[in-house]
């Protein structure tokens, strides 16, 4: 596994602890060999250190000396700038020394851990230099976000990729794809036949798919400023959330089947059509943004998006999804609420309009908890005990940790292994990326007509108080 940018935030952070975590479980090939690519001037042993740390501080495996004495030997640094051809030849030669030292596959994972304007240079220059589609081995590449900026920066990037290595080699990352709970929700849908039944417009009234951080965007204010949540979360996580809760079953086993399906949703994702005086998107950002560092002073970028959807299809005429996300609020929270219908009428001793009872807390809620404690929590109405006509939302909540007591393995440690054994269905397709990307231009182009500026809000709160109207004005509210 190479990486380039192997002394960089993502790789301490990320990659270095979940290495760590896969060759604790024993999941690494025998022949794995850990290269990491920066800049900087530093041996193998310091290196080794630096990393020996991280994994300390960011796994979730505990630290065991032993373990790492394994895998240590294993890790290699190489000094080199990636932004210049003549720095490839030597590189090419130091992995050929470590596959050697390793068992000799020529295997090789590329990472790019990089800012994204060096994505390009980098694979162009792989390339150049006979690093990819060599004679024996695999090479694959796994690539980090953001895939472009836009519908054809994406496509150029895309062009530049799929000339040096086939689709089947190219891992494009969505980390939330890695995610335990969002793995879950096909089984949950599919294992049971309570609920992949009632999974339409027939018996749903609507979908919240929800992803908020209570934490800015510290120093990243040089991408971010540039992005804004629509690309950074809505293109990527927000809409592969959507997909996969809302797509057909696969009609047959392996990653493509998957992917496929995953597309076929998102083809049908449009922006809820505009109806008068109404707005599908709401954009926020939180006060004190334009003061961030690296941010520009007058900068019209959103950090807070909430916005309804349509899925065109059968299954899900007239079903709102609603998406909502942003930096700086009130919690850290990832989930997706599947709110049912109301059920039409019901006897209980009396005709239900004279009990005492609010008609329109009569809820059933699903929800899939993705983040921070992952579980599922089905809320459906009882009796009041004790009461003739009280009816009471009750709750079923499954706590994934603590039901199976193992750590669920970080969405990295999950994505690495799985570009290892060459499982491509926990990774974007280009036709996905190019699907999101055409949305998202779309909806940014119809915000702009009709001259959306981001709502200001207060750092630590719910976001804009506009967004609720999105749900409120179709008698809901965001949950
Ligand atoms: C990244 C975004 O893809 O996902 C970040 O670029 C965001 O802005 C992060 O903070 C959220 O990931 P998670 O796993 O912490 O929810």
């Known amino acids: 596994m190479v990486v380039l940018g192997g002394t960089g935030d993502l790789a301490h952070r990320k990659l270095a602890p979940a290495v760590y975590n896969l060759h604790h479980l024993g999941s690494l090939p025998q022949d794995f060999a850990f290269v990491g690519v920066g800049r900087k001037q530093k041996s193998d042993d310091q290196f080794r250190n630096e990393l020996a740390e991280s994994v300390n501080k960011y796994s979730s495996s505990s630290w065991d000396d032993q373990k790492w004495a394994d895998l240590s030997p294993r890790i290699y640094y190489h000094q080199g700038d990636i932004r210049y051809a003549d720095s490839y030849p030597d590189l090419k030669e130091r992995i050929e020394e470590c596959n050697r030292a390793n068992g000799g596959s020529n295997n090789v994972l590329y990472y790019l851990a990089l800012t994204p304007n060096l994505f390009t240079p980098a694979v162009e220059n792989l390339n150049k230099h006979g690093m990819v589609q060599m004679e024996s081995g695999w090479q694959r590449i796994m690539i980090e976000k953001p895939f472009g900026f836009d519908l054809q920066s994406a496509r150029e990037l895309n062009d530049v990729i799929s000339s040096a290595f086939s689709e089947d080699s190219i891992f494009r990352i969505d980390h939330y794809l890695g995610k335990e709970m969002l793995q879950n929700i096909l089984v949950l849908r599919l294992a049971n036949s309570v609920f992949e039944p009632l999974w339409n417009e ?174 599922v929590v089905f809320q459906f109405n009882i009796k009041k005990p004790a009461s003739t006509s009280e009816i009471v939302p009750a709750k079923m909540d499954f706590c994934q940790p603590c039901a199976f007591l193992i750590n669920t393995p970080e969405a990295y440690e999950r994505l690495i292994a799985d570009a290892i054994a060459g499982d491509t269905d926990r990774f974007s397709s280009w036709n996905e990326v190019e699907r999101a990307w055409t949305l998202i231009d779309y909806i940014y182009e119809q915000s702009k007509k009709s001259a959306h500026k981001p709502h200001l809000y207060e750092p630590g709160s719910r976001g804009p108080a506009e967004a609720d109207k999105i749900t409120e004005e179709d008698g809901y509210r965001w949950w």
């Open 202 to 375: 027939r018996f749903i009234s609507h979908v919240q798919i929800i992803a908020s951080e209570n934490e800015g965007i510290g120093d990243r204010g040089r991408y971010y400023d540039r992005f804004g949540a629509m690309r950074d979360m809505v293109q990527s996580h927000l809409l592969q959330m959507l997909a996969l809760t809302a797509m057909e079953p696969p009609q047959e086993a392996g990653p493509e089947a998957v992917r496929a399906e995953r597309l076929k949703l998102l083809n049908a994702v449009q922006l809820w059509p505009e109806e008068e005086e109404r707005s599908n998107l709401v954009l926020g950002q939180y006060k004190g943004y334009k003061k961030e560092k690296d941010v520009d002073a007058h900068t019209g970028t959103e950090t807070f998006a909430a916005l309804k959807l349509a899925v065109n299809n059968q299954r899900w005429q007239g079903v709102p999804f609603y998406l909502r996300t942003g930096k700086n609020l009130d919690e850290k929270i990832a989930k997706i609420v599947i709110q049912f219908k109301k059920p039409p009428f019901f006897y209980y001793g009396n005709p239900l309009k004279d009990l005492e009872l609010d008609y329109d807390s009569l809820l059933n809620i699903l929800t899939l908890k993705v983040q921070p404690q992952e579980g």
